[in-house]
């Protein structure tokens, strides 16, 4: 018993000196503008001991020693070294944007521009901001509130969400994820719904308005978006996340780290399930997202990190447009969709989207010495998928059960199709598939030539293949479909599988460089930058040629491609600054602009198609005070030669027409302010407005258009003359208000004002024969003008215990008071609202999440 007492005298003796030599510090974590860091990293250096930020940005963390140092870290940053000398409150600790050092995980290649250096037009989103602002929102939306962007649903389908930057469209917006270039080799275009899932796993979104701080020769007309993935966390744990949402939208998932272990090494995993109805009838939708990241820090100069991210999915889609009056004469309002039938009581998607894009990077930063490092990327994307239509008999599809509003009666195709018997299918579902194989590399070199000025060169390799051809997905109860559009097989009764309409290749290869100086003293910044690049075009055309034929496979043709650019910032103390940049590039035309017309006939092929050529000036203020920040920039573009595909409305031949447009003109200018206002520890005031003018020049249209088999109808033709441009609103503004009303809760509310909007224009409705002469050529008028409107989107966040377990409640509701607008249109016959075709916004529609972090 005397043992039994002794040792327990020892046992509470050691346990007592442990706890007693423990010290609980404390913090708040803030960026350079005073924005708190929720997920900051705080570790006691040499340890595996550590924790993370609230939302608050604050935390608390029982230290082992009051003479240790905390590391204090989060992605995007540059990392503090605080040296302890006693326990409590450290206070505020205010990290800066480092573009380089990203410390436990290597971003590649990336191109983030820092606060008051690099001398663009920038706003950034964190992941606490992107979880406060999503809900059911697509992923562009969260930026709907930054000057000179307008992003929107589309449809509405599930990703099927948009962007445009200054009036510019995808094609012409850079997007970057992991410093890795998306946009497709061919079009230009960035399909969001192959990124459905990033908005679990981005730490910081950056968007730079205008030629942007990227270093690869990337097509950043309207701007570059730069999307930052969360890599290894610094600590061990993870979070169960579950929402759910308006018309059964259901989210689960979680994620899990090891955090960074004795061997070096580190991996986080994040899986989630998505699936709901949609709101738009006929777009029910299901999706998983899965992210993966394996870090290994090999020594002091030598980093990996591999990472492997991709979203499959499947949604049905409103691909069609209506008049305004269709929506207000349906019985489902404006959630009313054309592209949807029912089948024994089964819902079928006519138009719908399926795909599965992944994206896989092995990163190495290698630190050569003191003042040189190299960075490289070594990545691949394999994108499988397409999107589904009609084949066959058309007008059937429009046969309905009941009015013309109501869903397509695909029975009544079922009952033909079995009727036709051995005649074959008379009607059938296919999918277009535009599938591609793509890999590439990036490699950078920097070095310090002295303290104040900095030598940059990369390279950056891309090959890409697009694999495009239609196949039979549902006979519709038909035995067969006749297709005679391979001259190999030109009686093909194609089964469900089989390849029809067309096949054919894009082959891409890319190789570009450039070279850069970077200036830097305590107030003033510089830099120079240069690039070129080849683009290399080829077409493999399986269908229109015999295999024999050696014209199935064209020549190699390749385009020059080279940019200019530069810019300084002052700062006149620790609150003012002005910068300014300029700029000049020339962009090699997209691959439909010299494959004109989907065949490889020479006389269709043009080899000397002109380079788009861009002017860009920019000049912006800055204000950085306690509790204000402010910028105001204005700007202007020229753009000459623009290359444009656009869809135009047959209303001869009942369909839509494809038309490459070329040798377009057009200016874009405009001015942009925003700013953050802090009063109080409390509440944030956030607000921007953004006046625009955005106007194609005179320019002539008289060109070939093509149905969606890819075949030739005619010629559409017209003349812009100061035609406004459409598709986004020319003039913004929003306000917001985050207020903390407990110490882990809060609550948001996101007013938006959209404003001169324009339809797309319309080129012309008629389909001729032939080209005409220019004198007969009509001339477009502007665009109908969609009324302005405006929405609110509100949020609120409650933080509390579960147990020993941090959690996290969000409620979003996003266009609160349920306001109807046209969100998008493209321009009808007679310039007005009675002929445009339009899609209306969503409604009102909410979101409520919890995540438990463990």
């Not at 404390?26 to 340890?47: N, W, Y």
């Not at 989630?272 to 109805?277: I, L, R």
């Not at 800055?622 to 135009?648: F, H, M, P, Q």
């Not at 882990?744 to 224009?761: C, E, M, P, Q, R």
Request: proline share 2%.
């Amino acid at each position: 018993m005397k043992n039994f007492k002794n040792l327990l005298l020892v046992g509470l003796f050691f346990i007592a000196a442990t706890v007693l030599g423990q010290t609980k510090i404390s913090g708040t974590v803030l960026d350079e503008t005073g924005e708190p860091l929720p997920g900051a990293s705080i570790v006691e250096k040499g340890t595996s001991n550590g924790t993370s930020t609230d939302f608050d940005g604050k935390f608390s963390l029982n230290v082992k020693s009051t003479q240790g140092v905390v590391i204090v870290s989060f992605v995007g940053y540059t990392n503090k070294y605080i040296q302890l000398t006693k326990g409590g409150d450290l206070g505020t600790i205010n990290l800066t944007v480092d573009e380089n050092t990203l410390d436990e995980v290597v971003i590649v290649s990336n191109s983030l521009a820092i606060d008051r250096k690099t001398p663009v037009a920038v706003s950034t989103l964190r992941g606490a901001d992107i979880e406060r602002k999503l809900g059911t929102q697509e992923f562009p939306e969260v930026l709907k509130s930054t000057p000179g962007v307008y992003a929107t649903k589309s449809g509405g389908g599930f990703g099927d969400g948009r962007i445009n930057m200054r009036g510019f469209n995808s094609e012409n917006v850079a997007v970057m994820i992991n410093g890795v270039p998306v946009n497709d080799m061919e079009n230009g275009q960035v399909y969001w719904s192959n990124w459905a899932g990033l908005g679990d796993v981005t730490s910081i979104m950056q968007t730079q308005r205008g030629l942007g701080a990227a270093k690869v020769a990337v097509p950043s007309i309207g701007g570059t978006i730069n999307i930052v993935t969360k890599s290894t966390d610094a600590e061990k744990g993870g979070n169960i996340i579950a929402s759910t949402g308006n018309d059964g939208y259901q989210k689960y998932g979680f994620t899990l780290s090891t955090g960074k272990m004795d061997n070096g090494f580190a991996t986080t995993v994040s899986v989630s399930k998505v699936s709901g109805e949609g709101f738009v009838d006929g777009t029910e939708f299901e999706g998983w997202n899965y992210f993966a990241n394996f870090a290994y820090e090999i020594n002091d100069k030598h980093t990996l990190s591999f990472t492997t991210f991709g979203a499959p999915q499947r949604h049905g889609q409103r691909q069609n447009r209506s008049t305004i009056q269709t929506y207000r004469d349906a019985e489902s309002g404006i959630k009313f969709n054309p592209d949807w039938g029912y089948r024994d009581g089964n819902v079928v998607h006519i138009e719908d989207n399926f795909y599965h894009k992944n994206q896989t990077s092995l990163n190495h930063y290698w630190s050569v010495n003191e003042k040189s490092s190299v960075s490289t990327a070594l990545y691949f994307s394999i994108g499988r998928g397409g999107g589904g239509g009609t084949a066959g008999n058309a007008d059937l599809f429009n046969v309905r059960l009941g009015g013309d509003d109501q869903p397509v009666d695909i029975d009544n195709i079922v009952a033909l199709n079995r009727a036709s018997g051995a005649n074959g299918a008379v009607a059938a579902l296919r999918a277009s598939k535009n599938e591609h194989n793509w890999y590439g590399a990036l490699s950078t070199y920097k070095t310090e030539i002295n303290d104040n000025l900095d030598f940059l060169v990369g390279l950056d390799y891309r090959h890409y293949e697009g694999l495009h051809y239609r196949e039979v997905t549902d006979l519709l109860g038909g035995d067969y479909f006749f297709d005679d559009s391979n001259v190999n097989n030109p009686a093909n009764a194609a089964l469900v599988g089989d390849v029809i309409s067309y096949n054919n290749d894009g082959i891409v290869d890319w190789f570009g460089g450039f070279v850069q100086l970077e200036y830097s003293t305590e107030n003033f910044d510089a830099f120079i930058s240069s690039s070129t690049s080849n683009t290399a075009y080829q077409r493999i055309d399986y269908f229109n040629y015999l295999d024999s034929d050696p014209t199935r496979e064209t020549d190699v043709y390749d385009f020059v491609g080279y940019g200019v650019k530069g810019g300084v910032n002052y700062k006149f103390n620790g609150v003012h600054n002005v910068f300014a940049n300029v700029g000049y590039f020339e962009k090699a035309p997209l691959f439909q602009n010299v494959f004109t017309a989907f065949d490889n006939e020479l006389e269709n092929i043009n080899e000397n198609a002109e380079n788009e050529k861009i002017t860009s000036f920019e000049l912006g203020y800055g204000l950085r005070s306690e509790k204000l920040s402010v910028n105001l920039n204005g700007y202007i573009t020229k753009w000459a030669d623009k290359s444009e595909s656009v869809s135009v409305f047959d209303q001869l031949n009942n369909e839509d027409v494809f038309v490459n447009i070329t040798g377009v003109d057009a200016l874009h200018k405009g001015i942009e302010f925003d700013f953050v206002w802090k009063p109080t520890s409390k509440l944030n005031v956030t607000g921007m407005a953004s006046v625009a003018d955005w106007t194609w020049n005179t320019s002539i249209i008289n060109q070939e258009a093509f149905n969606q088999e890819q075949q030739s109808l005619g010629y559409v033709n017209g003349i812009i003359d100061d035609v406004k441009v459409g598709d986004a609103a020319q003039t913004t503004a929003a306000l917001g208000i985050l207020y903390r009303f407990w110490e882990n809760s809060s609550i948001t509310v996101d007013y938006n004002y959209f404003g001169d909007l324009y339809a797309d224009f319309d080129i012309g409705t008629d389909v001729s024969d032939d080209p005409i002469a220019v004198e007969d050529i009509p001339v477009l008028g502007d665009a109908w003008e969609i009324p302005d409107y405006h929405t609110v989107d509100a949020s609120i966040r409650h933080g509390f215990k579960f147990g020993s377990f941090d959690t996290t409640l969000t409620l979003r509701v996003n266009n609160v008071l349920n306001a109807k607008y046209i969100s998008d249109a493209i321009n009808g016959t007679e310039n007005n609202a009675s002929t445009a075709l339009v899609w209306y916004g969503a409604g009102r529609t909410f979101s409520l999440g919890a995540k438990i972090n463990f």
